[in-house]
């Protein structure tokens, strides 16, 4: 089962801005590993190599906090969205 | 501080089961309390592996399980350790689990939207789809919360901070660090839908009745548990890894479950069903060295956000569950008498240290190093398909004498382990973490 196909079965509630952001993208540029590209359960982020920057989906994002402890640059920024934004769940 | 600005005895912050049963124990002996949810209802954002013991709650809500929503009893628990198209299984099933029920599979949207109803039907105010910002202090004490909302300032005697694995708020109160990449697991989940009589046939259990079936192995050789748990009419399935490992591996974790998923004999058992949600959480694993202080001038912490998960025994909902009474009775008797300093909240300190949660992590307090050390792909890679290897030389009937059959099967683990030696070790290391 793709991730697309995975993420259509989660139910969100989009906020209009991103509760997750790269605080400095050179960071990225030079990071040896990127893990961000495959840590991340719901793939929110790539490495756009025309670009030479991390693009980032939070509007798929689980909420689960891997990034914000796993990102060995501690290079993001992590919130909650806007209170009843975000994720939410059917059956949890 | 504003005059106009609403003033509680009790903030809470988090309604999963640790911040509701709070909010219930503290507005049932009448104390003003706020109960801040960051989800768009209670149990939005929350997730668990699907076990629900009886007792932690049964202490607060007599007979709960008469209304609550839950899935199936717990009659039957399996353990599997897989190989890659085997599995050794061990399990244990009784009548005795049935009346009362020790444990229910449940599903954490629908039971903490329950839950928190409790607590505000005992008189708690619900303050929904608000983000608590940030603490508010007085000096060094903790008086209040800023949230989202504008004017969104609240004031309180006491916050308590139940806002799980991600507690940017305990994290706030800089009393600890952050966790560590080896101090949490990732769980992804799936939620797959299959007929009722399907269910229970495949399982062989009755209507009502449930089985547990927890996985070792197949985690691409990272220190990891897969579970598959039977619901009334879904399956959930799922696999926890630690970060660290994630981190090191070039594996994605849904291709982790995926590997499960796709086990023959895990197969025959989700077999058509379809995946009705996807989900992720992380569960603190940290154990008890990674607990950090539970209360202060103003403040009390529990559940995820204060690292209570026994991993070896997949509590966490119970352990939320009994350090939110205690942190709800300790916030009663400290409203009684007026002291809210760290002195009197560290009642709750106290309470915790007497319970189980924290006898229980004791226990296995040398778990956390067994599973972040160099053993990992031993333990959850090689040892298991060794394991299936060696049983599936015992039980071949193909012209080999048994002795020679032994010899080879003790071979295979002894190898596995890196000689005899390696083997007592692993064993010796394994009993220690369990019993520290």
Not at chain 2, 176 to 189: I, Y
Not at chain 2, 228 to 237: F, V
Not at chain 2, 270 to 285: C, N, R, S, W
């Given at each position: 089962?793709?991730?697309?196909?995975?993420?259509?079965?989660?139910?969100?509630?989009?906020?209009?801005?991103?509760?997750?952001?790269?605080?400095?993208?050179?960071?990225?540029?030079?990071?040896?590993?990127?893990?961000?590209?495959?840590?991340?359960?719901?793939?929110?982020y790539?490495?756009?190599?025309?670009?030479?920057?991390?693009?980032?989906?939070?509007?798929n994002?689980?909420?689960?906090?891997?990034?914000?402890?796993?990102?060995?640059?501690?290079?993001?920024?992590?919130?909650?969205?806007?209170?009843?934004?975000?994720?939410?769940?059917?059956?949890? | 501080?504003?005059?106009?600005?609403?003033?509680?005895?009790?903030i809470?912050?988090?309604?999963?089961?640790?911040?509701?049963?709070?909010?219930y124990?503290?507005?049932?002996?009448?104390?003003?309390?706020?109960?801040?949810?960051?989800?768009?209802?209670?149990g939005?954002?929350?997730?668990?592996?699907?076990v629900?013991?009886?007792?932690?709650?049964?202490?607060?809500?007599?007979?709960?399980?008469?209304?609550?929503?839950?899935?199936?009893?717990?009659?039957?628990q399996?353990?599997?350790?897989?190989?890659?198209?085997?599995?050794?299984?061990?399990?244990?099933?009784?009548?005795r689990?049935?009346?009362?029920?020790?444990?229910?599979?449940?599903?954490?949207?629908?039971?903490?939207?329950?839950?928190?109803?409790?607590?505000?039907r005992?008189?708690?105010?619900?303050?929904?789809?608000?983000?608590?910002t940030?603490?508010i202090?007085?000096?060094?004490?903790?008086?209040?919360?800023?949230?989202?909302?504008?004017?969104g300032?609240?004031?309180?005697?006491?916050?308590?901070?139940?806002?799980?694995?991600?507690?940017?708020?305990?994290k706030?109160?800089?009393?600890?660090?952050?966790?560590?990449?080896?101090?949490?697991?990732?769980?992804?989940?799936?939620?797959?839908?299959?007929?009722?009589?399907?269910?229970?046939?495949?399982?062989?259990?009755?209507?009502?009745?449930?089985?547990?079936?927890?996985?070792?192995?197949e985690?691409?050789?990272?220190?990891?548990?897969?579970?598959?748990?039977?619901?009334?009419?879904?399956?959930?399935i799922?696999?926890?890894?630690?970060?660290?490992?994630?981190?090191?591996?070039?594996?994605?974790?849904?291709?982790?479950?995926?590997?499960?998923?796709?086990?023959?004999?895990?197969?025959?058992?989700?077999?058509?069903?379809?995946?009705?949600?996807?989900?992720?959480?992380?569960?603190?694993?940290?154990?008890?060295?990674?607990?950090?202080?539970?209360?202060?001038?103003?403040?009390?912490?529990?559940?995820?956000?204060?690292?209570?998960?026994?991993?070896a025994?997949?509590?966490?909902?119970?352990?939320?569950?009994?350090?939110?009474?205690?942190?709800?009775e300790?916030?009663?008797?400290?409203?009684?008498?007026?002291?809210?300093?760290?002195?009197?909240?560290?009642?709750?300190?106290?309470?915790?240290?007497?319970?189980?949660?924290?006898?229980?992590?004791?226990?296995?307090?040398?778990?956390?190093?067994?599973?972040?050390?160099?053993?990992?792909?031993?333990?959850?890679?090689?040892?298991?398909?060794?394991?299936?290897?060696?049983?599936?030389?015992?039980?071949?009937?193909?012209?080999?004498?048994?002795?020679?059959?032994?010899?080879?099967?003790?071979?295979?683990?002894?190898?596995?382990?890196?000689?005899?030696?390696?083997?007592?070790?692993?064993?010796?290391?394994?009993?220690?973490?369990?019993?520290?």
């Amino acid at each position: 089962m793709s991730i697309e196909d995975r993420l259509y079965a989660v139910r969100y509630r989009v906020d209009d801005k991103s509760h997750l952001t790269i605080r400095d993208q050179a960071v990225c540029e030079t990071c040896p590993t990127k893990a961000c590209e495959w840590f991340c359960p719901a793939d929110v982020y790539a490495w756009d190599a025309g670009e030479r920057r991390i693009l980032v989906a939070y509007e798929n994002c689980l909420e689960c906090g891997t990034c914000r402890i796993a990102c060995a640059e501690h290079n993001i920024e992590w919130t909650y969205p806007t209170g009843g934004y975000g994720i939410a769940y059917k059956f949890g | 501080m504003r005059v106009s600005a609403p003033r509680f005895d009790a903030i809470v912050v988090g309604a999963g089961p640790a911040g509701s049963v709070a909010a219930y124990t503290m507005a049932s002996q009448g104390m003003r309390v706020a109960l801040i949810e960051r989800g768009e209802f209670p149990g939005a954002k929350n997730v668990f592996g699907g076990v629900l013991y009886r007792k932690p709650l049964e202490d607060i809500i007599p007979e709960f399980w008469k209304e609550a929503p839950l899935e199936r009893k717990v009659v039957e628990q399996r353990l599997w350790v897989l190989g890659k198209d085997s599995v050794v299984s061990l399990g244990y099933r009784s009548a005795r689990f049935k009346e009362p029920p020790n444990a229910w599979t449940g599903q954490r949207a629908k039971f903490d939207a329950w839950l928190a109803g409790k607590a505000e039907r005992a008189g708690a105010i619900p303050i929904y789809e608000t983000v608590a910002t940030s603490l508010i202090r007085d000096g060094e004490k903790v008086v209040g919360v800023r949230t989202d909302r504008d004017e969104g300032d609240l004031y309180a005697s006491v916050v308590i901070i139940a806002d799980g694995v991600n507690s940017l708020l305990a994290k706030s109160l800089g009393v600890h660090r952050e966790w560590n990449p080896d101090q949490v697991s990732l769980a992804v989940k799936e939620v797959l839908a299959l007929p009722k009589d399907i269910i229970q046939a495949r399982f062989g259990v009755e209507e009502g009745d449930g089985v547990t079936i927890e996985l070792v192995g197949e985690t691409c050789g990272m220190a990891g548990l897969g579970f598959l748990y039977t619901n009334q009419d879904t399956l959930s399935i799922g696999v926890g890894v630690m970060v660290s490992d994630l981190r090191k591996k070039k594996v994605k974790p849904y291709q982790v479950l995926d590997g499960i998923k796709q086990h023959p004999e895990i197969q025959r058992l989700i077999a058509g069903g379809e995946t009705k949600e996807y989900a992720a959480h992380l569960i603190p694993e940290g154990g008890f060295d990674a607990m950090p202080p539970l209360a202060g001038d103003g403040w009390m912490i529990c559940g995820d956000a204060a690292q209570m998960v026994n991993a070896a025994h997949r509590e966490g909902t119970d352990l939320a569950l009994l350090s939110g009474r205690l942190a709800g009775e300790t916030a009663v008797a400290c409203h009684a008498t007026g002291d809210w300093s760290a002195g009197g909240l560290g009642a709750y300190t106290r309470a915790v240290k007497e319970s189980i949660i924290h006898r229980d992590l004791k226990k296995y307090r040398g778990l956390h190093g067994l599973l972040s050390g160099p053993q990992v792909e031993l333990l959850f890679g090689a040892l298991p398909q060794a394991l299936n290897d060696a049983v599936y030389e015992m039980l071949s009937v193909d012209g080999e004498s048994k002795r020679d059959k032994q010899k080879r099967a003790a071979a295979l683990l002894r190898e596995a382990a890196g000689g005899t030696a390696g083997l007592i070790g692993i064993g010796w290391r394994g009993w220690r973490a369990m019993n520290g």
